[in-house]
């Protein structure tokens, strides 16, 4: 028999694969899009089509649900993929988080700007980058790069094999690269991240590669169905155990990096600071969500077959990975100035509450898949509505205000009789005048913000609760069901130091209500200082009191200060701040449907 005749053509579920298939389609058509759409519909066009594929993907997924939920899992492409009730839940997590990123992202300013480099091959500060700015060109190639993104994402949380797992890895990791370096403005901060991000990642890629090396060469298969054989049955290597236990920590390692966790954090702040803002929340929420689903499958199919005492090794492991990481988030996030930073060392502190919840994976019981589950969507929503308030407050380059020297003279009576001069010039700016810059991202930027938006400063202030962990938003059921599920295996000195670290975090997040709303802004306190100055000129006398004007040191400090304001947008950014604002309330309100269905999505096929 010849080898073609021997050829067996696998039967392919399409149905299943639908999801999937939506969003890599509509990413590829999204880039004949750029090909063949004139320059004046090709932006629509593609807001259109990203949020028509992801709206369409979320609806084929709740059609999967009920027949995947009865079959507890189809395998698919020769096994290749593994449509479970898990991996469902983690790409319907995804996909909801992404809708409401893509939504973020396609938003613009009054003007008509968005977050993203007119060219990204122009070189910053550029006679070329200038006149593609002027000439108001986009970069709507933005799209089919989060689609193609999303689509790895998607993949990655349901993959049957380690090859297959590398796979998604890189498809979901090359957009973010370029994604990362397309920021409009402080564009070599932006590259500087970008290349930050794409060299460390090309060494975690290798780690997990070496690693997947490693357990091929234990149980000659990589397929995770074939290795848990391997080990429950003794089919590999004999006595060669701890080579699949070296394998599957550097595969582990591989995905703790696109999670953030330390001691592979140290890409995190950087990139979160440099990338666009709208991307930032696009890659702290989906990311975690698809690589913690990656993280978990590989727990639960492989690590729950390793031998006692191999499994025991791999559970201090991750203890050490848990606290460390919740040291490391809790402790510098502390220190940061800067919103973005700080949102970052947040995600970090975030990564190992995640962590802990992983440190029963032995156990069949399911509530840690459970837990997990509840908190990738708890803190995607929160993460997603708070960078997309950071998108709304910017700075705005203040016009100085322009005082003949005489008038200065005047004003401290160093020109006896000098007149009624003192007034500013036609340079003066009022409150709403000065260009609109980037994010506004300097903590004490934010000062009085809750005065100037009350509503947005509101939903803010929401989401860095639900972060804090506060009774009735969504972050306390979710910290409170991941600290459930390490105390049910017996890790409570791990939950005992989850509290303490979300005790210690509560603070640099009520720091930021506090400046909102609380602390006076520096224009208010300019404007107070130059009210005081006056009363006290004119208390000193007719002939000091007349010579003054409205352009003392004190204006002038006034109109240097003003230089934070909230940008009118499109509404995509408000319509999504509205939705996680939404959610957060009601997974804190009403959480108990939720963690129903995340407690039935606690179901692996290996």
Same mark, same amino acid.
């Not at 140290?266 to 929340?281: F, I, K, L, M």
């Not at 999504?576 to 009403?590: M, Q, R």
């Given at each position: 028999?010849?080898?073609?005749?021997?050829?067996?053509?696998?039967?392919?579920?399409?149905?299943?694969?639908? !999801?999937?298939?939506?969003?890599?389609?509509?990413?590829?058509?999204?880039?004949?899009?750029?090909?063949?759409?004139?320059?004046?519909?090709?932006?629509?066009?593609?807001?259109?089509?990203?949020?028509?594929?992801?709206?369409?993907?979320?609806?084929?997924?709740?059609?999967?649900?009920?027949?995947?939920?009865?079959?507890?899992?189809?395998?698919?492409?020769?096994?290749?993929?593994?449509? &479970?009730?898990?991996?469902?839940?983690?790409?319907?997590?995804?996909?909801?988080?992404?809708?409401?990123?893509?939504?973020?992202?396609?938003?613009?300013?009054?003007?008509?700007?968005?977050?993203?480099?007119?060219?990204?091959?122009?070189?910053?500060?550029?006679?070329?980058?200038?006149?593609?700015?002027?000439?108001?060109?986009?970069?709507?190639?933005?799209?089919?790069?989060?689609?193609?993104?999303?689509?790895?994402?998607?993949?990655?949380?349901? #993959?049957?094999?380690?090859?297959?797992?590398?796979?998604?890895?890189?498809?979901?990791?090359?957009?973010?690269?370029?994604?990362?370096?397309?920021?409009?403005?402080?564009?070599?901060?932006?590259? $500087?991240?970008?290349?930050?991000?794409?060299?460390?990642?090309?060494?975690?890629?290798?780690?997990?590669?070496?690693?997947?090396?490693?357990?091929?060469?234990?149980?000659?298969?990589?397929?995770?169905?074939?290795?848990?054989?391997?080990?429950?049955?003794?089919?590999?290597?004999?006595?060669?155990?701890?080579?699949?236990?070296?394998?599957?920590?550097?595969?582990?390692?591989? @995905?703790?990096?696109?999670?953030?966790?330390?001691?592979?954090?140290?890409?995190?702040?950087?990139?979160?600071?440099?990338?666009?803002?709208?991307?930032?929340?696009?890659?702290?929420?989906?990311?975690?969500?698809?690589?913690?689903?990656?993280? @978990?499958?590989?727990?639960?199919?492989?690590?729950?077959?390793?031998?006692?005492?191999?499994?025991?090794?791999?559970?201090?492991?991750?203890?050490?990975?848990?606290?460390?990481?919740?040291?490391?988030?809790?402790? =510098?996030?502390?220190?940061?100035?800067?919103?973005?930073?700080?949102?970052?060392?947040?995600?970090?502190?975030?990564?190992?509450?995640?962590?802990?919840?992983?440190?029963?994976?032995?156990?069949?019981?399911?509530?840690?898949?459970?837990?997990?589950?509840?908190?990738?969507?708890?803190?995607?929503?929160?993460?997603?509505?708070?960078?997309?308030?950071? #998108?709304?407050?910017?700075?705005?380059?203040?016009?100085?205000?322009?005082?003949?020297? $005489?008038?200065?003279?005047?004003?401290?009576?160093?020109?006896?009789?000098?007149?009624?001069?003192?007034?500013?010039?036609?340079?003066?700016?009022?409150?709403?005048?000065?260009?609109?810059?980037?994010?506004?991202?300097?903590? #004490?930027?934010?000062?009085?913000?809750?005065?100037?938006?009350?509503?947005?400063?509101?939903?803010?202030?929401?989401?860095?609760?639900?972060?804090?962990?506060?009774?009735?938003?969504?972050?306390?059921?979710?910290?409170?069901?991941?600290?459930?599920?390490?105390?049910?295996?017996?890790?409570?000195? @791990?939950?005992?130091?989850?509290?303490?670290?979300?005790?210690?975090?509560?603070?640099?997040?009520?720091?930021?209500?506090?400046?909102?709303?609380?602390?006076?802004?520096?224009?208010?306190?300019?404007?107070?200082?130059?009210?005081?100055?006056?009363?006290?000129?004119?208390?000193?006398?007719? &002939?000091?009191?007349?010579?003054?004007?409205?352009?003392? !040191?004190?204006?002038?400090?006034?109109? @240097?200060?003003?230089?934070?304001?909230?940008?009118?947008?499109?509404?995509?950014?408000?319509?999504?701040?509205? =939705?996680?604002?939404?959610?957060?309330?009601?997974?804190?309100?009403?959480?108990?449907?939720?963690?129903?269905?995340?407690?039935?999505?606690?179901?692996?096929?290996?």
């Amino acid at each position: 028999m010849t080898p073609a005749a021997a050829f067996v053509a696998p039967v392919i579920e399409w149905a299943y694969l639908v !999801p999937v298939l939506v969003v890599l389609g509509a990413g590829v058509v999204g880039v004949l899009v750029e090909a063949f759409v004139p320059d004046r519909a090709r932006r629509v066009v593609q807001v259109v089509l990203a949020l028509a594929a992801l709206a369409g993907a979320l609806t084929s997924i709740v059609l999967l649900w009920p027949d995947v939920l009865a079959q507890n899992g189809v395998r698919v492409l020769g096994g290749a993929l593994v449509v &479970d009730p898990f991996g469902l839940a983690v790409q319907g997590i995804v996909v909801v988080l992404a809708l409401l990123a893509t939504l973020v992202i396609a938003d613009r300013t009054s003007t008509k700007q968005d977050a993203f480099a007119p060219t990204a091959a122009a070189v910053p500060g550029s006679a070329y980058e200038d006149l593609a700015r002027r000439r108001g060109l986009e970069q709507t190639e933005v799209f089919p790069l989060v689609l193609f993104a999303v689509g790895g994402m998607m993949i990655f949380p349901a #993959t049957g094999d380690l090859l297959t797992m590398f796979v998604a890895l890189e498809v979901l990791s090359l957009p973010l690269y370029v994604l990362t370096a397309l920021a409009r403005r402080r564009r070599l901060l932006s590259q $500087e991240a970008s290349f930050k991000y794409f060299l460390l990642g090309a060494f975690a890629s290798a780690i997990f590669i070496f690693g997947v090396a490693l357990v091929y060469g234990f149980a000659g298969s990589v397929r995770l169905a074939d290795v848990r054989g391997a080990l429950l049955e003794g089919g590999g290597l004999d006595g060669m155990t701890g080579l699949v236990l070296l394998g599957l920590v550097m595969v582990l390692t591989g @995905l703790l990096f696109k999670v953030g966790a330390a001691p592979f954090h140290s890409w995190t702040p950087d990139v979160y600071q440099g990338a666009p803002t709208p991307v930032t929340g696009f890659m702290a929420a989906c990311t975690k969500a698809a690589a913690f689903g990656a993280l @978990l499958r590989v727990l639960y199919v492989v690590g729950q077959a390793l031998p006692a005492d191999l499994q025991e090794k791999l559970v201090i492991a991750l203890w050490v990975v848990a606290i460390l990481t919740m040291i490391v988030g809790t402790v =510098i996030g502390v220190i940061q100035t800067d919103m973005k930073r700080l949102l970052a060392y947040s995600s970090i502190a975030h990564a190992g509450f995640l962590v802990v919840a992983l440190v029963g994976f032995g156990e069949l019981s399911g509530f840690g898949v459970r837990a997990l589950l509840f908190y990738l969507l708890a803190y995607g929503l929160a993460t997603v509505g708070a960078f997309a308030v950071v #998108t709304l407050v910017r700075e705005r380059a203040p016009q100085p205000v322009v005082v003949p020297a $005489e008038a200065e003279l005047a004003t401290v009576g160093a020109v006896p009789g000098a007149g009624t001069g003192g007034t500013a010039g036609p340079s003066s700016t009022s409150p709403d005048g000065g260009v609109v810059l980037g994010e506004a991202t300097h903590l #004490t930027e934010w000062a009085g913000l809750g005065k100037r938006s009350p509503w947005l400063a509101g939903a803010f202030a929401l989401f860095l609760l639900s972060m804090a962990g506060i009774p009735l938003t969504a972050g306390f059921i979710a910290k409170f069901t991941a600290f459930q599920s390490a105390v049910a295996v017996g890790a409570w000195p @791990l939950a005992l130091i989850g509290v303490l670290a979300s005790a210690v975090a509560v603070f640099f997040y009520v720091r930021v209500i506090v400046l909102m709303f609380f602390t006076p802004s520096p224009r208010a306190a300019a404007e107070g200082a130059s009210e005081a100055s006056s009363d006290a000129a004119e208390a000193a006398g007719p &002939d000091l009191g007349t010579t003054g004007g409205t352009a003392g !040191p004190g204006s002038a400090v006034a109109a @240097l200060a003003s230089r934070v304001t909230v940008v009118r947008s499109e509404g995509f950014t408000t319509i999504a701040i509205t =939705i996680c604002v939404i959610g957060v309330i009601l997974l804190g309100v009403l959480p108990s449907s939720v963690l129903d269905l995340a407690f039935e999505a606690a179901k692996f096929r290996p």
